[in-house]
């Protein structure tokens, strides 16, 4: 059984860097056929992609994050991270990491989840 | 604003059927067999329900169906029952990012 677990900080001050780390078990990150994601969800609204990385180092991004967003991958510890730059208070959300199962090109769909974890930017 | 539009809020009776729709455009989900549907219980991660328009991933009960007609899909639930009271939200692949979501709708068990 795949288990994710985000872990950072939770407060984050303005202008800063955010930086969040995905632990995966129960399955290697080096594996194709799966994207390893980041998504986040703003207090009491819906769902917004952030982006994922397959594990031959390939990233795609939200076009709308993508000048401020990096996500990376340490194999060794099978860990994937994420860092948002020059956050605001409009990057308060909680973000999850997932897993990207995709059969085929261009398809794809979330079929496991972290628990999430809430980021606050505030000073 | 989302890229993918679903009503806020529907509601039904213990035992009856409901349809959450998913309306997007032929550069996403009318493009493409490919649109996803999760469920959100309050304070938990969003649950995989239907992947590839129809299809249930093990363990997720057959009460719960996907179709797409033209650029709409559709998620039912038949025979709801009150633990279905959640939000649900939509996905597809989208020709001008990998992943957009709908809006998300809160279904509640009356």
């Known amino acids: 059984q795949v288990q994710l677990q985000e872990s950072g900080p939770g407060l984050v001050k303005p202008s800063q860097t955010l930086s969040l780390t995905c632990t995966v078990s129960?399955?290697?990150?080096?594996?194709?056929?799966?994207?390893w994601s980041w998504i986040r969800q703003h207090p009491g609204k819906g769902l917004e992609w952030i982006g994922y990385?397959?594990?031959?180092?390939?990233?795609y991004y939200n076009p709308s994050l993508q000048s401020r967003v990096t996500i990376s991958m340490d194999t060794s510890k099978n860990q994937f991270s994420l860092k948002v730059n020059s956050v605001t208070a409009a990057d308060t959300a909680v973000y999850y990491c997932?897993?990207?199962?995709?059969?085929?090109?261009?398809?794809?769909?979330?079929?496991?989840w972290g628990q999430g974890t809430l980021v606050t930017v505030s000073s | 604003q989302s890229a993918l539009t679903q009503p806020a809020s529907v509601s039904g009776s213990p035992g009856q059927s409901i349809t959450i729709s998913c309306t997007g455009t032929?550069?996403?989900?009318?493009?493409?067999?490919?649109v996803s549907w999760y469920q959100q219980h309050p304070g938990k991660a969003p649950k995989l329900m239907i992947f590839?328009?129809?299809n249930r991933p093990s363990g997720v009960p057959d009460r719960f169906s996907g179709s797409k007609s033209g650029n709409t899909a559709s998620l039912t639930i038949s025979g709801l029952q009150a633990e279905d009271e959640a939000d649900y939200y939509c996905?597809?692949?989208?020709?001008?990012?990998?992943?957009?979501f709908g809006g998300g709708t809160k279904l509640t068990v009356l």
């Open positions: 129960g399955g290697s990150i080096n594996t194709g056929g799966y994207y």
């Open positions: 996905s597809s692949y989208s020709r001008s990012s990998p992943v957009v």
């Open positions: 032929s550069s996403d989900v009318g493009g493409y067999n490919y």
């Open positions: 990385m397959y594990y031959s180092g390939s990233t």
């Open positions: 997932a897993r990207y199962l995709s059969r085929y090109e261009s398809s794809g769909s979330f079929d496991y």
């Open positions: 590839e328009v129809t």
